[in-house]
Nanobody, 120 residues
């Protein structure tokens, strides 16, 4: 069974940095297009950043210039480097993406989320 496991969340002061990791584990061949989402209390889940299999990236306007998404295909891991954090970045951050479990089957998965809290 494939799982996406996020780590790296925590409490940080405004202006600080955190690096989130999302590791795919279980019986899989490779990770494909991946993304980070976030959900703040009382708000809808929103896309933060995405990365294709080839490494092309897309960012939400509210994180451009501050966050960087990257991937290590050998480790089946995706990262989110978050710099210049703001209190409004406080949310649960979720990893999401497509994982090839055989040469013929690709499934879509969500991680369990990791809390990021930015204090003023």
């Amino acid at each position: 069974q494939v799982r996406l496991v996020e780590s790296g969340g925590g409490l940080v002061q405004a202006g600080g940095s955190l690096r989130l990791s999302c590791a795919a584990s279980g019986s899989l061949l490779s990770i494909r297009a991946m993304a980070w989402y976030r959900q703040a209390p009382g708000k809808q889940r929103e896309l933060v950043a995405a990365i294709t299999t080839g490494g092309s990236t897309h960012y939400a306007d509210f994180v451009k210039g501050r966050f960087t998404i990257s991937r290590d295909n050998a480790k089946n891991t995706v990262y989110l480097q978050m710099n210049s954090l703001k209190p409004e970045d406080t949310a649960v951050y979720y990893c999401n993406g497509d994982v090839s479990i055989t040469t013929m089957i690709t499934n879509h998965y969500w991680g369990q989320g990791t809390q990021v809290t930015v204090s003023p």
